[in-house]
């Protein structure tokens, strides 16, 4: 049964996909997300599977249609598979994103748990550049998680690819090609200017989704679709394929007058844009009121309220210093 959609904002917008961090910890280090060392969240400040699943269900009966499940990594928080096997049976598109770690092991429990759509990163083909990238010698796992979940039974596996200008633009191609060869999408992602680090300079490294799409335009003659998920990438086809390539472009192509997401960070603050800190403090609420049905209501209204608080667009600056200091990792991927 469709449940009639209730979270729209000030600016006409149908917010109807939430994307729901389970932990801000990884198994990896990669170089845009997180500092080489980092601290955690103390465990009294991360909302419990329970309480990440009252946020869910309460998104679910506002009509929101899919919920992500994101990090830090997802898979590594333990009991997980409890939250997703109750969050599989709302009335919602359940998907993650991860780093295929956890994927040989887990991608048939997370078929079978309702999970219908999962995205996998992969930045290099390359097992020195990716223990450079990630600062973790996993390649190989990585790689036999990918083709775990594809012979798990997905109803589609996409590639997600972050383009770093003099680190691993020159394998563009070769990711396409990787695609290609087992029948996924891939989307390339212009880098997000979320907390200080000290890998790379920015803007230096920025590579643009322009330059990207010429790149596998050159090999691939690529075909602009009007095709699209709930994510914000913009899809291309290949006359010869299958597999799309999408391209997220937070930079160069700002798509935040189509914005139908929020998130929800592992500490219970409701983000309302990526890029700003406009937020409500979940957390709070749903340790204050005892009673479950009335905890369920007041959670239902300040999901509403909130819609308040959403900007109408955010304002990267690669030339300066970032404005938004919480990590990708905490901020849910």
Known sequence: MTVPLKLIDKFGRHIDYVRLSVTDRCDFRCVYCMAEEMTFLPRDQVLSLEEIYEVGAAFARLGVNKLRLTGGEPLVRKGILSLIQRLGKLDV??????????????????VAAGVKRINISLDT???ERFKELTRKDKFDQVIAGIDAACKAGFKRIKLNAVI???RNDDEVVALVDFAR???LDIS???EMPLGVISEHDREEAYCSSDEVRAMVHARYPLTKTEEQ????????????????????SPHSHNFCSECNRVRVTVEGRLLLCLGNEHSMDLREL??????????????????????????????????NEPQILRFMNATGG
């Open 286 to 319: 749903l340790r204050s009121e005892p009673d479950e049905e009335k905890r369920a209501a007041m959670l239902e209204k300040a999901l509403i309220d909130s819609m308040d608080l959403k900007p109408e667009k955010h304002h990267f600056d690669l030339a």
């Open 93 to 110: 598109e359940l998907v993650i994103t991860t780093n295929g770690s956890q994927l040989p092991t887990m991608a048939d429990d997370l």
């Open 229 to 248: 998920t709930a994510g914000p990438s913009t899809y291309y086809r290949m006359a010869d394929s299958e597999s799309r390539i999408g391209f997220i």
């Open 181 to 183: 060869d087992r029948g």
């Open 164 to 166: 770093l200008k003099g």
């Open 125 to 127: 083909l390359n097992p």
């Open 188 to 190: 390339f992602i212009e």
